[in-house]
């Protein structure tokens, strides 16, 4: 069992809303440090409460639902509704004791026509436990020698790395490879790594800045900020038409120009070009 009592602060933002406690714990040569932060229980909290609102909602109508006409009340059938409401829901169903209660118990009735008078449900007294748990997490190592905070920022720089090869294989197409010559696989490899290089440059400036965000959300707010092609036709007074082109860049908010300044660079770094092709 976890014990969440007396547990230290590793790290506190209060500007960012962000708080890590940990507790260190040691065991037949190893290291175990607890850990719980205040952004991660928000998240798991806002889950946990959307599925069960959603599990509970769904028992609701069922129960409703056996004194409305043509509406489901056989005791068989709701209980196959609410053992597919279970494997829909699994988290929310291990907090929950639920009962049907058949009508009728005394008679001789076969279990196909036996109907339901009642669904019941209550929380389970380990439901506790399981919303104390929420926004912990436990690491484990063999290196006793490490204080808490080193053990927590290995543990950070792994999840960096680990994220860094989704970035590899997804944004930026490291895989899959359909190339067949090496050397192709080779220019491949060595573009899709360069790129990551690029990425890890943003993302460390960034975070020099106190943006902790990753590539994926980076990517997204600037995926608005584009630069466009707009043609038209222009017919002169002799008759002649001449085809158009203007190169310009989508309006810069606020948003992007954080990110801009905080890289060092400018909002806008090429301005309106021109071009005409003559027919």
């Known amino acids: 069992d976890y014990d969440f009592e007396n547990m230290d602060i590793l ?10 406690k940990v507790k260190r714990y040691t065991d037949a040569g190893e290291t175990y440090i607890l850990c719980k932060s205040r952004k991660k229980e928000m998240k ?8 069960e609102n959603l599990f509970i909602g769904r028992l609701e109508y ?3 639902g056996l004194k409305i006409k043509n509406r489901t009340s056989s005791y068989k059938k709701i209980l196959e509704f609410i053992g597919r409401l279970k494997e829909k829901y699994p988290k929310a169903s291990k907090m929950y004791d639920i009962e049907v209660v058949p009508e009728n118990i005394g008679s001789e009735k076969c279990a196909d026509k036996l ?7 209550s929380r389970k007294k380990t439901a506790a436990n399981i919303i104390e748990r929420e926004g912990s997490y436990l690491l484990r190592t063999n290196r006793t020698d490490l204080t808490d905070k080193e053990i927590w920022d290995t543990y950070i720089t792994l999840r ?3 994220y860094s090869f989704l970035c590899l294989k997804s944004d930026l197409g490291l895989r899959p490879n359909f190339h067949s010559k090496e050397n192709r696989m080779d220019a491949h490899m060595f573009i899709a790594v360069l790129a990551y290089h690029i990425l890890h440059i943003i993302e460390q400036k960034l975070r020099m800045k106190g943006d902790n965000r990753k590539w994926s959300t980076i990517k997204s707010v600037l995926s608005t900020h584009q630069r466009l092609t707009l043609s038209f036709n222009k017919k002169a007074d002799d008759g ?3 085809k158009m082109f203007i190169r310009m860049n989508t309006k810069l908010d606020d948003a992007h120009a954080e990110i801009y300044l905080n890289l060092g660079l400018k909002g806008a770094p090429l301005g309106r070009k021109m071009l005409v092709n003559s027919e």
Do not use: Q
């Not at 790290?11 to 890590?20: N, P």
């Not at 798991?44 to 599925?51: A, G, P």
């Open 11 to 20: 790290k506190k933002d209060e500007g960012e809303d962000i708080e890590v």
């Open 44 to 51: 798991e909290r806002s889950m946990r409460e959307r599925v």
């Open 160 to 162: 960096r790395i680990e």
């Open 240 to 242: 002649k038409i001449t």
């Open 115 to 121: 109907a339901a008078a009642d669904i019941k449900w």
């Open 62 to 64: 069922y129960k409703a």
